[in-house]
């Protein structure tokens, strides 16, 4: 079982509507929850990170935590074309150290 | 400079080639991130430095890689003999040990444009 788990996509929505996307993972001492938006040929770029249970929004992004489940999830509203790209998963121990990703979710928004 | 650069950004060696990749992180940056990421996978922890000190070469995959970052500043990934399934795009990250609150986030690190290893 791998460490992260995401489902590789690709994932199509239709432009305006929410994109929904899903991370579990396995160590339960993880502490720092990281999602990364990767275009095609260009390296990650963190959009949203999350530490406590519950929801954190920013803009048009919600990271969504529950740690008794072992799971991390990432809503896009109003998903635009440019929102097209690889999201990819991090998780971390406490403190500034390794980041564990996931294989990322494609996702594609469909004008 | 404004971001973490990387070199080569592209690299074509023949199997059993060393080569040597370059990463210099954001100035001040203490904390310093080697990752690979193969085609259709996500990045995969090689290597991590605080200033000039290798705190976990837990991911390097053989002892044909090695690490280095003598002045606490750039950092050198080598790989010794190349082999075909080293062929994968390096990247580099950097970041600050922030604090909560404020404008700074905290363990955000910021990666480089990668280099693209392919070895023949």
Redesign the interface.
């Known amino acids: 079982q791998k460490e992260v788990e995401q489902n590789s996509g690709p994932l199509s929505v239709p432009e305006g509507a929410i994109a929904s996307l899903n991370c579990t993972y396995s160590d339960r001492g993880s502490q720092s929850f990281f999602w990364y938006r990767q275009y095609s040929g260009k390296s990650p770029e963190l959009i949203m990170f999350i530490y406590s249970n519950g929801d954190k929004e920013d803009g048009r992004f919600t990271a969504q935590l529950n740690k008794a489940s072992q799971y991390v999830s990432l809503l896009i509203r109003d998903s635009q074309p440019s929102d097209s790209a690889t999201y990819l998963c991090a998780v971390a121990p406490f403190g500034n150290e390794k980041l564990t990703f996931g294989t990322g979710t494609r996702l594609t928004i469909i004008p | 400079g404004a971001g973490v650069s990387q070199s080569p950004r592209y690299k074509v060696a023949k199997r059993g080639q060393d080569v040597a990749l370059r990463c210099d992180p954001i100035s001040g940056h203490v ?1 310093l ?1 080697w ?1 690979q990421q193969a085609l ?6 090689l290597t ?1 430095f ?1 200033n000039e000190a290798q705190l ?1 070469k837990s ?1 390097l995959p053989s002892d044909r890689f090695f690490a280095e970052r003598p002045e606490g500043s750039v950092s050198t990934l080598k790989i010794q003999r190349t082999q075909q399934e080293d062929s994968a795009v390096y ?1 580099c990250a950097s ?1 600050f ?1 922030g604090t909560s609150g404020g404008a700074r ?10 280099t693209r290893l392919t070895v023949l």
């Open positions: 904390s991130f990752y259709g996978q996500g990045p995969e922890f991590y605080q976990d991911g990247l970041s040990p986030t905290y363990n955000e690190q910021f990666f480089g444009p990668g």
